[in-house]
């Protein structure tokens, strides 16, 4: 059960009670590149609200609009102030969902109740995140490694946290689902969330990848469809990387601000030098790192997901620019060390020139050899280095691990 601390108070249930929802377009949701820093924090209760109404999820499971209102004002709550996975994040992630559905017409293939789970799932994914990684967990033996064990840490903590609050009184959102309904719909989010570990999703993408590819893939069988959730899940999660350059960047930033924090604890408490991406020492390795984050990762499911659905072209479009941004920021750092390692040698440029071309023609082809959807190398998990996982914060990882070039994603647990 909650704390009162920890639940919303009545005098903001009956305000947003009364409150007047706008439309989608009033608000931007309805679009795929949308805004992530557009709306306040009570624009983006109002904006789950009119993602619930429109989507017909209200209706259709006589979901109690007061205790609908107390629920999304008590998840914004359970979320805590760090600089990336807190609430914003949250309601980016379900607006993510939201247009893909609706653009895409997913409407048509998924259930109401797998809807519903998806949207609920968006919002609960990330509950009481603490700004640290699953690996961050394990190191430090935390109260939450030791409650969940070592293995999607974090996402177990999320469902929990989220079933904590729907059990709350006035909370439960489900309370008119039948029991069948009802523990389909815990099972559907309860799969939602732990989706959201991308351990999980190296294991299954593969898989999922090569569906498409074939056309194997079929809405009939069950075991299909759940794979396909978990990537939208996953796609929505990652989802900034195709919004507007600006937003995508600002993203980024409080992303790998977030991540500095941690790695500065790795210093200080663990005496650990922390990962490229946990390190502020190396902060000029962003763009680098973004680059292979793109194409490693996002790239492909993305890909797969257009395979499926064309009308889904703007994210993988979105993406697109902002790889063509960040490859011109890694350009000029690399032009910009040349420069800097030029001035201080005693045969200007020589060497450096030929070092720095060679680096940067590695760029494009690595990454037209990851973005490939047409055969095998599809998502390859070669193309993955253990960094990626750790970018996404979700897994362990070290410098040894980040330049150990043939140890597979998903190979190590
Ligand atoms: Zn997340």
Redesign the pocket.
Known sequence: MLSYHATCSKVEVDRLKAAKIPLSSELGIDEFHFNDFSLDNDAMITASLRMFLELGVVQKFKIDYEVLCRWLLTVRKNYRTVAY?NWR?AFN?SQCMFVMITTATFQDVLSDSEILALMVGCLC??LDHRGTNNAFQAKTGSALALLYGTSATLEHHHFNHAVMILQSEGHNIFANLSSKEYSNMMQLLKQAILS?DLTLHFERRTKFFEHVLSGEFSWAVEGHREVFRSMLMTAC?LGAVTRPWEVSKQVAELVTSEFFEQGDRERSELKLTPAAIFDRNRKDELPALQLEWIDGICKPLYQALLKLNRKLKPMVDGIDGNRKKWQELCLSYQQTRGASVSSQSNDPGQNTKSSYDAETSELPKKAEKTAQVKNTEFGSKSDCREVLRCRANKEACNDKAASDENKTLSGRK
């Open positions: 996975h994040h992630v994914h990330d959201t999660d």
